[in-house]
Protein backbone atom coordinates (compact mmCIF):
# COMPACT_ATOMS: atom_id res chain seq x y z
CA UNK A 1 0.00 0.00 0.00
CA UNK A 2 1.20 3.45 -1.38
CA UNK A 3 0.73 6.77 -0.04
CA UNK A 4 1.77 10.71 0.07
CA UNK A 5 3.77 12.59 2.67
CA UNK A 6 1.28 14.90 3.45
CA UNK A 7 3.77 17.67 3.40
CA UNK A 8 5.09 17.83 0.25
CA UNK A 9 7.92 20.30 0.50
CA UNK A 10 8.94 19.14 4.69
CA UNK A 11 11.43 16.52 5.76
CA UNK A 12 9.90 13.60 6.37
CA UNK A 13 10.12 13.86 10.18
CA UNK A 14 8.08 11.74 12.90
CA UNK A 15 7.50 12.87 16.18
CA UNK A 16 8.84 9.81 18.32
CA UNK A 17 6.64 8.18 21.07
CA UNK A 18 6.77 10.44 24.63
CA UNK A 19 8.27 13.54 22.53
CA UNK A 20 6.26 17.08 22.08
CA UNK A 21 3.46 16.54 19.25
CA UNK A 22 3.67 12.68 19.69
CA UNK A 23 0.58 10.81 19.43
CA UNK A 24 -0.94 10.22 22.38
CA UNK A 25 1.29 12.50 24.23
CA UNK A 26 0.33 13.35 27.43
CA UNK A 27 -0.43 17.03 28.44
CA UNK A 28 -1.85 17.21 31.70
CA UNK A 29 -5.30 17.40 32.02
CA UNK A 30 -5.47 16.01 28.36
CA UNK A 31 -3.45 13.35 25.67
CA UNK A 32 -3.09 14.77 22.24
CA UNK A 33 -5.09 12.99 19.77
CA UNK A 34 -2.74 13.13 16.65
CA UNK A 35 0.85 14.14 15.48
CA UNK A 36 2.22 17.31 15.01
CA UNK A 37 4.41 17.88 12.03
CA UNK A 38 6.36 21.63 11.98
CA UNK A 39 6.20 23.63 8.77
CA UNK A 40 6.56 27.13 7.65
CA UNK A 41 2.91 28.97 7.57
CA UNK A 42 1.49 28.36 4.45
CA UNK A 43 3.16 25.32 3.49
CA UNK A 44 1.67 23.24 1.32
CA UNK A 45 -0.38 20.15 2.57
CA UNK A 46 -1.46 17.15 0.30
CA UNK A 47 -3.66 14.52 1.06
CA UNK A 48 -2.20 11.22 2.00
CA UNK A 49 -4.41 8.79 0.22
CA UNK A 50 -7.06 8.76 -2.16
CA UNK A 51 -10.75 9.09 -0.51
CA UNK A 52 -13.84 11.96 -0.01
CA UNK A 53 -14.02 14.68 1.84
CA UNK A 54 -16.81 14.43 4.27
CA UNK A 55 -16.20 17.94 6.32
CA UNK A 56 -14.46 21.23 6.09
CA UNK A 57 -14.47 23.69 9.22
CA UNK A 58 -13.37 26.09 11.57
CA UNK A 59 -11.15 24.21 14.22
CA UNK A 60 -9.53 26.37 16.32
CA UNK A 61 -10.56 29.82 17.36
CA UNK A 62 -8.83 32.75 19.80
CA UNK A 63 -12.55 32.19 21.06
CA UNK A 64 -12.21 29.09 22.60
CA UNK A 65 -8.81 29.86 23.86
CA UNK A 66 -7.33 33.28 23.97
CA UNK A 67 -3.63 32.29 22.47
CA UNK A 68 -5.28 29.92 19.33
CA UNK A 69 -5.98 31.87 15.55
CA UNK A 70 -8.35 30.67 13.60
CA UNK A 71 -7.22 27.55 12.08
CA UNK A 72 -9.65 25.15 9.80
CA UNK A 73 -9.74 21.14 9.27
CA UNK A 74 -10.83 18.39 7.31
CA UNK A 75 -12.12 15.04 7.33
CA UNK A 76 -11.14 12.58 4.84
CA UNK A 77 -12.39 9.53 4.58
CA UNK A 78 -9.95 6.91 2.48
CA UNK A 79 -10.95 4.16 0.64
CA UNK A 80 -9.41 2.18 3.02
CA UNK A 81 -12.54 3.74 4.88
CA UNK A 82 -9.71 4.64 7.78
CA UNK A 83 -10.28 8.74 8.63
CA UNK A 84 -7.38 11.33 8.29
CA UNK A 85 -8.11 14.56 10.12
CA UNK A 86 -5.99 17.46 8.53
CA UNK A 87 -5.94 20.49 11.08
CA UNK A 88 -4.58 23.95 11.87
CA UNK A 89 -4.72 24.80 8.37
CA UNK A 90 -4.90 27.99 7.24
CA UNK A 91 -6.91 27.92 4.44
CA UNK A 92 -8.40 24.66 2.76
CA UNK A 93 -8.89 24.44 -1.19
CA UNK A 94 -11.19 21.49 -1.12
CA UNK A 95 -15.03 21.03 -0.06
CA UNK A 96 -16.81 18.59 1.61
CA UNK A 97 -18.25 16.16 -0.73
CA UNK A 98 -15.47 16.27 -3.30
CA UNK A 99 -13.20 12.96 -4.02
CA UNK A 100 -9.50 13.62 -3.69
CA UNK A 101 -6.69 11.75 -4.51
CA UNK A 102 -3.37 10.84 -2.75
CA UNK A 103 -0.75 13.55 -3.24
CA UNK A 104 -3.70 16.33 -3.90
CA UNK A 105 -3.03 19.63 -2.32
CA UNK A 106 -5.94 20.16 -0.13
CA UNK A 107 -4.90 23.22 2.17
CA UNK A 108 -2.30 24.98 3.79
CA UNK A 109 -0.60 24.82 7.00
CA UNK A 110 -1.26 27.35 9.55
CA UNK A 111 -0.34 29.39 12.46
CA UNK A 112 -2.64 27.99 15.29
CA UNK A 113 -0.76 29.67 18.02
CA UNK A 114 -0.44 33.48 18.63
CA UNK A 115 2.54 34.39 19.96
CA UNK A 116 2.02 37.60 21.48
CA UNK A 117 -0.97 36.34 23.57
CA UNK A 118 0.83 33.14 25.03
CA UNK A 119 1.93 34.11 28.86
CA UNK A 120 2.64 32.16 32.03
CA UNK A 121 -0.77 30.79 32.13
CA UNK A 122 -0.62 28.70 28.95
CA UNK A 123 0.17 25.14 29.33
CA UNK A 124 3.93 24.61 29.68
CA UNK A 125 3.90 22.57 26.44
CA UNK A 126 2.65 25.85 24.26
CA UNK A 127 5.33 28.04 26.19
CA UNK A 128 7.44 25.55 24.92
CA UNK A 129 6.01 25.61 21.34
CA UNK A 130 6.63 29.58 21.17
CA UNK A 131 10.28 29.54 22.18
CA UNK A 132 11.07 26.48 19.99
CA UNK A 133 9.17 29.42 17.28
CA UNK A 134 6.92 25.97 16.32
CA UNK A 135 3.58 27.93 16.15
CA UNK A 136 2.29 26.67 12.95
CA UNK A 137 1.69 22.95 11.72
CA UNK A 138 -0.18 20.19 9.95
CA UNK A 139 -1.61 18.34 13.02
CA UNK A 140 -2.53 14.96 11.96
CA UNK A 141 -5.32 12.91 13.03
CA UNK A 142 -6.07 9.00 11.96
CA UNK A 143 -9.04 7.49 13.26
CA UNK A 144 -11.52 4.70 12.63
CA UNK A 145 -14.82 6.14 13.68
CA UNK A 146 -15.73 10.05 14.85
CA UNK A 147 -15.87 10.53 18.93
CA UNK A 148 -19.52 10.96 19.94
CA UNK A 149 -21.13 14.71 19.26
CA UNK A 150 -20.50 15.50 23.26
CA UNK A 151 -17.65 14.09 23.19
CA UNK A 152 -14.58 15.60 25.37
CA UNK A 153 -12.81 16.46 22.67
CA UNK A 154 -11.33 20.12 21.43
CA UNK A 155 -8.50 21.57 19.32
CA UNK A 156 -7.00 17.88 18.59
CA UNK A 157 -7.08 17.27 22.37
CA UNK A 158 -8.92 14.25 24.70
CA UNK A 159 -10.18 15.78 27.96
CA UNK A 160 -11.39 12.45 28.72
CA UNK A 161 -10.86 9.45 30.13
CA UNK A 162 -8.56 6.11 28.89
CA UNK A 163 -11.47 4.15 27.67
CA UNK A 164 -12.23 3.35 24.09
CA UNK A 165 -11.49 6.21 21.86
CA UNK A 166 -11.10 6.20 17.84
CA UNK A 167 -8.01 7.04 17.57
CA UNK A 168 -5.15 5.05 15.52
CA UNK A 169 -1.33 6.41 15.93
CA UNK A 170 -1.06 8.21 12.71
CA UNK A 171 2.91 7.19 12.75
CA UNK A 172 2.27 3.32 12.43
CA UNK A 173 -0.55 4.57 9.74
CA UNK A 174 2.15 6.46 7.68
CA UNK A 175 4.48 3.87 7.99
CA UNK A 176 2.12 1.41 6.96
CA UNK A 177 1.43 3.21 3.92
CA UNK A 178 5.42 3.20 3.25
CA UNK A 179 5.67 6.84 3.66
Not at 17 to 28: A, D, T, V, Y
Not at 34 to 58: C, F, H, K, R
Not at 64 to 77: D, E, F, G, I, S
Given at each position: ?????????????L???????????H?????H????????????????A??????????????????????????????????????????????????????????????????????????????????????????????????????????????????????????????????
Amino acid sequence: MTGCWPLPAAPRILPSSGNPGSFWEHRGDRRHCGIDLYAPEGSEVASVAGGWVLVVGLFTTPEQVPYWNHTYHLLVRNHDRVLCRYAELRDTVVKAGQDVRAGQLIGHVGSVLNREKIDHRAPCYVQRLRQENRCSMLHLEVLDSLPPPRAPYRGGNWFGGEGDVPWRNPVLYLKNRSI
